[in-house]
Structure formats: C-alpha cells, structure tokens
C-alpha cells in the first residue's frame, strides 16, 4: 500500500521528496482541480531536477482532473506533449476527462492513466471497460458503505489498482456554473466578506455540521465540512489488497501532508513489521487533530451512516 500526497506548495514538495514519501501529486491549476498548490511547468522541472539529483524514491504523479471544452483542447495537447517530453519523470497522470486519454491514444503517449472522478467509481463492474481504454488503476468513490469497498476490492482484476481517499475534506460537488458570484450578483451584496474571498460555510437549517462551497476558475466545489480519517481501517484495507490511500491536503495549512503522511506512514510500517495495534492508532487519530482544521475527524462513509456527519440532523 502506497501513500499518495498533494503537497501545500513548492517548498513541500522539496520536503517531500526529501521524505521519499511514496507519491507525490502535483496540479498545474489550469488542468486541476481542489489543489492548494498550483504548480508551474517551470517549477515542476525544477522538482524534477531535484528529483534526480537527490535520487528520491518518490514517484511523481500529475494530477489533471478538471473537466475540458472545446476552446480547452488545444492548451491541454499544448501541456500533454510538454509532460511527455519528461514522461520518464512521471509514473502517472491522474485524470477525469476522457479528453485526456483520448489525447494520448491519439499521439501515442505511454503514460500510466488512474482515472479519478470522485464519485462515479462505484462498482468492480466498471473495470472491464477500464482495462480496454488502457485504463489499469482508478480511484473509487468516496460514498461507498465498507461492505461495498469489500467487494470491490475482492473482485478486482489481476494487476488492476484501485486508490481511496482516506484523510482530509471530501468532494461532495462540482458545478462550472460560478455559484457564488451569481448569488452575489442577485442579492447586490458586495460587503459580504465571505462573497469577497469566495468561499461559504453552510448547511441545511436542520443539520448539524457545516459544508464548505467555493469558488474559482474551474467553477463552484463542494466539500465536507468534517475532515475524513481512516486510520482505524488502514489495517483492514492492506490486507484486503488495496493499493493506494490519499492524503488531500485542500484548505489545510503548510506542512499538513507531510505530518499526516508521516502518520499514516509509520501506521503502514507497523503493519509490515507486525506490531499494529489499535492503541497507537488512537494515540495517532489525536495526533491527526494537531494538524487539523476544525478538529472534526470522521470515518464517513466507511465507517457508517453515523459517521456521515453532514447527514446528522439536529
């Protein structure tokens, strides 16, 4: 089981590689979506450079999940022949629109595509339909109950790989359409602070727990207003066979991923070196805390309808 990490910005993804954490995620944010830290084409050659020199372990992959349309096509080609000109430094390419792979079916890059949509992942089902469009890992939604993730892993293909976000906020929704802005414009309010800095923190009148809605180029977002932990199923998922756990650092602070990458890390270790215990993951969901936001840590949906905290009425 691998870890997969989105770093802050530049300097963290120098630490990061200086960790040899297992992956590294990085967004240009003209082809990315939900990412703290836009990497440029020119930083992320000074990253390969560093890289090299350092002769890091870290695999290095790029994250292009934002959705295209026609006038796009061309600057997204532009940026695909770019990464295939260093396609030796890249062991995947995270994508959502079949824009992507259908690009490089077209010009003949070899790139390793993970397919991540957020929440359409739901079924072993699907896979079949992967492997023919030289799709061979994906990430699975995060609304899926345990049994479901169960099943799925226990009927995936040979050499299939299958990721799961298992720290940090979770996609709840993504619209093009510039929620916020529209919103401003109809009620005339240009004083309210959070329309200014484009981000809200809402909920129905009768729940509990807050979601978080903002905006950018990319349109409207979405998320939990609670911080997903799953340390106590890490054991769990490894010996089922899954393959790659995300750390999502979007609206956290600096050095967050590299903290709970290092959590998470030591958890994995503990269970190759057969001295898991349940004890020591209570001690880390605490040590998680430090670094969270709002110090709201749940299971979600893995760990139950009760565990859905946005669902949780008053």
């Known amino acids: 089981m691998e870890i997969i990490t989105t770093p802050f910005n530049f300097n963290e993804a120098i630490e990061l590689v200086n960790e040899n954490a297992d992956i590294i995620l990085l967004t240009n944010s003209d082809f990315g979506l939900r990412n703290n830290y836009n990497c440029t084409n020119d930083e992320l050659l000074k990253i390969f450079e560093y890289h090299t020199k350092k002769k890091s372990t870290s695999k290095i992959w790029i994250n292009i999940n934002a959705f295209f349309f026609e006038q796009d096509i061309e600057k997204l080609e532009k940026y695909l022949n770019f990464l295939n000109i260093h396609i030796n430094q890249i062991d995947r390419i995270v994508f959502n629109d079949f824009a992507v792979n259908q690009i490089c079916f077209e010009q003949g890059y070899k790139f390793k595509l993970h397919y991540d949509p957020s929440t359409l992942v739901t079924s072993y089902g699907q896979f079949d339909f992967y492997i023919e469009n030289n799709i061979n890992s994906v990430s699975l939604s995060n609304e899926l109950f345990l049994p479901e993730v169960i099943t799925i892993l226990k009927n995936k293909p040979k050499d299939f790989e299958i990721a799961i976000q298992v720290h940090g906020y979770v996609f709840i929704m993504h619209s093009r359409w510039n929620l916020i802005s529209n919103f401003k414009n109809y009620v005339e309010d240009n004083n309210d602070e959070?329309?200014?800095?484009?981000?809200?923190?809402?909920?129905?009148l009768n729940r509990k727990f807050t979601n978080i809605i903002y905006e950018d180029k990319h349109g409207s977002h979405m998320l939990s207003g609670y911080e997903l932990c799953l340390l106590n199923y890490i054991?769990?998922?490894?010996?089922?066979?899954?393959?790659?756990?995300?750390?999502?650092?979007?609206y956290q602070t600096e050095n967050y991923s590299l903290n709970i990458y290092k959590i998470y890390k030591n958890a994995i270790s503990s269970i190759k070196n057969n001295c898991f215990n349940l004890e020591q993951i209570?001690?880390?969901?605490?040590e998680c805390k430090k670094y969270s936001k709002n110090k709201i840590?749940?299971?979600?949906?893995?760990?139950?309808?009760?565990?859905?905290?946005n669902y949780e009425k008053k």
């Open 297 to 309: 840590l749940s299971s979600g949906f893995i760990g139950g309808i009760g565990d859905i905290l």
């Open 282 to 286: 209570n001690n880390d969901i605490e």
């Open 194 to 204: 959070y329309i200014k800095q484009k981000v809200y923190y809402i909920k129905e």
């Open 235 to 250: 054991k769990q998922l490894n010996d089922l066979g899954l393959n790659y756990i995300k750390i999502d650092d979007i």
